[in-house]
């Protein structure tokens, strides 16, 4: 019975793709893909916040490291100072040289910190502060010039402002990603240029006032770094507080600065007379100059003071940035995490809700599946003996939702399938009876046929009417194999025992017998074995199937070879061999499963009907047969029969004994010109059990 299916649309290919998944896969797919796609957000905003706690971290530590770098500013401006100052003192000299000893102090001031910067930083230390830090230990040269002599300040002036503008810029505070988030980066960038341009007012007043030759342009550059500290100080408020912003505008109000604020104011008066004319004025300027340098050290104290504080206060606010971010990064995986603890069990106990009806709907359904297997084996066995209707079980219907609803149809079908296998098998059963009669008839009226043959045959002597009656003999034999064979079918199996071993040579001598064109077949007895008296009835028909088929459909001048021989294990091998056509490889193939494969006639039809008779018998008896092709074309069959069907023993030897005996009388009868001798295997076939005497007069070749 074939299925079709009604209403359902061809499935597209993304469609048919997911149609071919199990209904679990599509469970989880439906609830897995949301869930992993809020898991993906969360663990993007967790790993967000937990970069951004890791970035805040390093932020404070470059913060409080960066102390380090405007410590080393301010010493820079310090050795700035005495630089200049030495140089002055060189101009306003008077025979002996000036003392070196406080530029020297501020020289190692600076090595000193540019060590503690390198610890500070240590393998994070930025690569352009690195070359900062060896422009700042490139100054040597200048020292030692500034040491020898007077030497203008134009000329110190650049090398000093270069190398405290290149350790800010080492840090690349403005363009740190870590830092640019927070804006911390543009505030420690503006607090350290806003200390550093007011480094430099001061040293640019300081210098002015000394009235050196080149007081004016120092005097110039004074006005330039206050522009620049005050565009750094209005930078620096952009983005600190309003209290930071005050913290740093204290530099302005103190009373060191209040000092430099007034010889600023001074030099402002009268810009072109800040240049002594004469070396007399200018030690006077310098000597001036030197009493008000101490206000110059305390403001340069209170101004790295000030810029540590405000440096401290920014690390501090980058620490509780990255304390901020870890405590959100923290709740928002608790948050994350119970969430999904949460949506997974709900997730889990709805899918059981549905999962576990449907396993358990598949798991009778399969249950059922498999006993409806063997239903449909066993009443598709052509060998079972349970002949009865199908058993099916029912499917528990366990829910009373649309599962329940499945399972009440599934119930449905499985009863009327149940009902239609019942009525196949009452039709098998009733066609298999009427098949059975049919050739039990036949079977009863070919022997009395044969009987009224024999019994006319014994009392004629002329020779054409027994060629006649020989043939009507042989068309009869070959009908009651019909007839044999139809009952088999039909299941029917009627055993002959009236009847002693026979030697297999003799057993196929009279399937000979029962076929057309027997004197196209050549037969070559290579062994003496005979065949226990239950399998000869069987054999015989099994081994006539087979020359029916190999003179059947092979050439009429082209000789079926048929060789008896001994096989291994005590076994004999009857090999049937035409020059036919043959068979392809695939059906032949087909042939030798349908051989071995137990199945009804009625649901695997053959073509060759001789050879599903020739598989039921082997079957029934255990006997092996093979088909292969026959070199040059054709067909070969191979029947091998076992050694529990052969007699053993002496009984073997007096048997072959008889059997070589009755051969060469055979023979001599067939020499003498009868035909009856040609006849004489299809003779005794004809009588039912096959007698030696008549099977053994049919020629042996080989």
Same mark, same amino acid.
């Given at each position: 019975?074939?299925?079709?299916?009604?209403?359902?649309?061809?499935?597209?290919?993304?469609?048919?793709?997911?149609?071919?998944?199990?209904?679990?896969?599509?469970?989880?797919?439906?609830?897995?893909?949301?869930?992993?796609?809020?898991?993906?957000?969360?663990?993007?905003?967790?790993?967000?916040?937990?970069?951004?706690?890791?970035?805040?971290?390093?932020?404070?530590?470059?913060?409080?490291?960066?102390?380090?770098?405007?410590?080393?500013?301010?010493?820079?401006?310090?050795?700035?100072?005495?630089?200049?100052?030495?140089?002055?003192?060189?101009?306003?000299?008077?025979?002996?040289?000036?003392?070196?000893?406080?530029?020297?102090?501020?020289?190692?001031?600076?090595?000193?910190?540019?060590?503690?910067?390198?610890?500070?930083?240590?393998?994070?230390?930025?690569?352009?502060?690195?070359?900062?830090?060896?422009?700042?230990?490139?100054?040597?040269?200048?020292?030692?010039?500034?040491?020898?002599?007077?030497?203008?300040?134009?000329?110190?002036?650049?090398?000093?402002?270069?190398?405290?503008?290149?350790?800010?810029?080492?840090?690349?505070?403005?363009?740190?990603?870590?830092?640019?988030?927070?804006?911390?980066?543009?505030?420690?960038?503006?607090?350290?240029?806003?200390?550093?341009?007011?480094?430099?007012?001061?040293?640019?007043?300081?210098?002015?006032?000394?009235?050196?030759?080149?007081?004016?342009?120092?005097?110039?550059?004074?006005?330039?770094?206050?522009?620049?500290?005050?565009?750094?100080?209005?930078?620096?408020?952009?983005?600190?507080?309003?209290?930071?912003?005050?913290?740093?505008?204290?530099?302005?109000?103190?009373?060191?600065?209040?000092?430099?604020?007034?010889?600023?104011?001074?030099?402002? !008066? /009268?810009?072109? *007379?800040? +240049? @002594?004319? =004469?070396?007399? $004025?200018?030690?006077?300027?310098? %000597?001036?100059? &030197?009493?008000?340098?101490?206000?110059?050290?305390?403001?340069?104290?209170?101004?790295?003071?000030?810029?540590?504080?405000? !440096? /401290?206060?920014? *690390?501090? +606010? @980058?620490? =509780?940035?990255? $304390?901020?971010?870890?405590?959100? %990064?923290?709740? &928002?995986?608790?948050?994350?995490?119970?969430?999904?603890?949460?949506?997974?069990?709900?997730?889990?106990?709805?899918?059981?809700?549905?999962?576990?009806?449907? +396993? @358990?709907?598949?798991?009778?359904?399969?249950?059922?599946?498999?006993?409806?297997?063997?239903?449909?084996?066993?009443?598709?066995?052509?060998?079972?003996?349970?002949?009865?209707?199908?058993?099916?079980?029912?499917?528990?219907?366990?829910?009373?939702?649309?599962?329940?609803?499945?399972?009440?149809?599934?119930?449905?079908?499985?009863?009327?399938?149940?009902?239609?296998?019942?009525?196949?098998?009452?039709?098998?059963?009733?066609?298999?009876?009427?098949?059975?009669?049919?050739?039990?008839?036949?079977?009863?009226?070919?022997?009395?046929?044969?009987?009224?043959?024999?019994?006319?045959?014994?009392?004629?002597?002329?020779?054409?009417?027994?060629?006649?009656?020989?043939?009507?003999?042989?068309?009869?034999?070959?009908?009651?194999?019909?007839?044999?064979?139809?009952?088999?079918?039909?299941?029917?199996?009627?055993?002959?025992?009236?009847?002693?071993?026979?030697?297999?040579?003799?057993?196929?001598?009279?399937?000979?017998?029962?076929?057309?064109?027997?004197?196209?077949?050549?037969?070559?007895?290579?062994?003496?074995?005979?065949?226990?008296?239950?399998?000869?009835?069987?054999?015989?028909?099994?081994?006539?199937?087979?020359?029916?088929?190999?003179?059947?459909?092979?050439?009429?001048?082209?000789?079926?070879?048929?060789?008896?021989?001994?096989?291994?294990?005590?076994?004999?091998?009857?090999?049937?061999?035409?020059?036919?056509?043959?068979?392809?490889?695939?059906?032949?193939?087909?042939?030798?499963?349908?051989?071995?494969?137990?199945?009804?006639?009625?649901?695997?039809?053959?073509?060759?009907?001789?050879?599903?008779?020739?598989?039921?018998?082997?079957?029934?008896?255990?006997?092996?047969?093979?088909?292969?092709?026959?070199?040059?074309?054709?067909?070969?069959?191979?029947?091998?029969?076992?050694?529990?069907?052969?007699?053993?023993?002496?009984?073997?030897?007096?048997?072959?004994?008889?059997?070589?005996?009755?051969?060469?009388?055979?023979?001599?009868?067939?020499?003498?010109?009868?035909?009856?001798?040609?006849?004489?295997?299809?003779?005794?076939?004809?009588?039912?059990?096959?007698?030696?005497?008549?099977?053994?007069?049919?020629?042996?070749?080989?």
């Amino acid at each position: 019975m074939a299925t079709r299916e009604v209403g359902v649309p061809r499935p597209r290919r993304i469609r048919g793709f997911a149609d071919r998944w199990p209904f679990r896969r599509k469970l989880n797919l439906l609830v897995g893909v949301p869930l992993t796609v809020v898991a993906a957000l969360l663990a993007y905003l967790i790993a967000d916040q937990t970069a951004q706690s890791r970035n805040a971290s390093d932020a404070a530590r470059l913060v409080r490291e960066s102390v380090e770098v405007a410590t080393l500013v301010d010493r820079l401006a310090a050795e700035h100072q005495q630089a200049v100052l030495l140089s002055v003192r060189h101009e306003a000299a008077q025979g002996s040289a000036p003392s070196s000893a406080a530029y020297r102090t501020a020289q190692s001031l600076v090595n000193t910190q540019i060590e503690r910067v390198r610890d500070a930083f240590g393998d994070r230390l930025p690569e352009t502060e690195a070359q900062a830090l060896r422009t700042v230990e490139g100054l040597s040269s200048l020292r030692e010039t500034v040491e020898q002599g007077y030497l203008p300040a134009d000329n110190i002036d650049p090398a000093y402002t270069h190398a405290s503008q290149g350790l800010i810029d080492g840090l690349q505070l403005d363009r740190n990603p870590d830092l640019a988030t927070t804006f911390t980066g543009n505030l420690l960038d503006s607090l350290l240029r806003a200390g550093a341009a007011h480094s430099a007012f001061e040293t640019g007043v300081f210098s002015a006032s000394t009235g050196d030759s080149n007081a004016l342009i120092e005097f110039i550059g004074a006005i330039g770094a206050y522009d620049e500290y005050t565009h750094q100080s209005e930078r620096f408020a952009r983005f600190a507080t309003e209290a930071q912003s005050g913290t740093l505008d204290g530099i302005k109000y103190t009373h060191a600065q209040t000092t430099i604020s007034r010889q600023y104011a001074e030099l402002q !008066i /009268d810009p072109g *007379a800040v +240049q @002594a004319e =004469s070396p007399a $004025e200018v030690r006077r300027s310098l %000597a001036e100059a &030197l009493d008000s340098y101490g206000a110059y050290r305390d403001q340069a104290k209170t101004r790295l003071a000030i810029t540590t504080s405000l !440096i /401290d206060q920014i *690390a501090d +606010q @980058a620490d =509780s940035a990255s $304390e901020t971010a870890a405590l959100r %990064a923290l709740v &928002l995986l608790g948050v994350a995490l119970f969430g999904f603890a949460l949506w997974l069990v709900l997730t889990m106990l709805v899918r059981r809700s549905v999962v576990h009806p449907v +396993q @358990a709907l598949t798991s009778a359904a399969r249950q059922v599946a498999l006993v409806a297997e063997r239903e449909l084996a066993r009443v598709a066995d052509d060998d079972a003996e349970d002949d009865g209707p199908p058993r099916l079980g029912e499917l528990p219907v366990m829910a009373r939702d649309e599962i329940g609803e499945l399972a009440g149809a599934f119930n449905q079908v499985q009863t009327t399938a149940v009902a239609l296998l019942e009525r196949q098998v009452l039709s098998r059963r009733n066609t298999a009876e009427m098949f059975g009669n049919v050739g039990r008839r036949v079977s009863n009226l070919t022997t009395r046929q044969l009987s009224l043959i024999d019994a006319v045959e014994r009392g004629e002597t002329d020779p054409a009417l027994l060629e006649r009656l020989y043939s009507i003999d042989h068309i009869a034999v070959r009908l009651r194999r019909n007839a044999d064979s139809l009952m088999l079918l039909a299941g029917i199996h009627e055993a002959v025992l009236d009847t002693g071993p026979l030697a297999l040579t003799n057993v196929v001598r009279a399937s000979l017998g029962q076929i057309e064109g027997y004197q196209r077949v050549e037969l070559r007895a290579r062994t003496e074995v005979v065949v226990e008296p239950e399998v000869i009835g069987d054999l015989t028909l099994m081994v006539a199937e087979l020359l029916e088929n190999a003179v059947s459909f092979s050439p009429e001048g082209r000789p079926v070879e048929v060789t008896v021989a001994d096989g291994e294990h005590g076994s004999a091998v009857i090999v049937v061999a035409d020059h036919g056509l043959g068979m392809s490889p695939e059906r032949l193939d087909e042939e030798n499963a349908r051989l071995i494969r137990r199945e009804r006639l009625d649901l695997v039809p053959t073509k060759v009907l001789g050879l599903f008779v020739v598989g039921t018998l082997a079957r029934r008896w255990e006997i092996a047969v093979a088909l292969s092709r026959t070199p040059g074309g054709g067909v070969t069959a191979e029947v091998t029969v076992p050694s529990s069907l052969l007699v053993t023993g002496s009984t073997t030897g007096s048997l072959a004994t008889a059997a070589l005996a009755a051969v060469a009388g055979g023979t001599g009868a067939k020499e003498s010109g009868g035909t009856k001798a040609d006849d004489a295997g299809r003779a005794a076939a004809a009588t039912g059990p096959v007698s030696s005497a008549a099977t053994l007069s049919a020629p042996v070749s080989g």
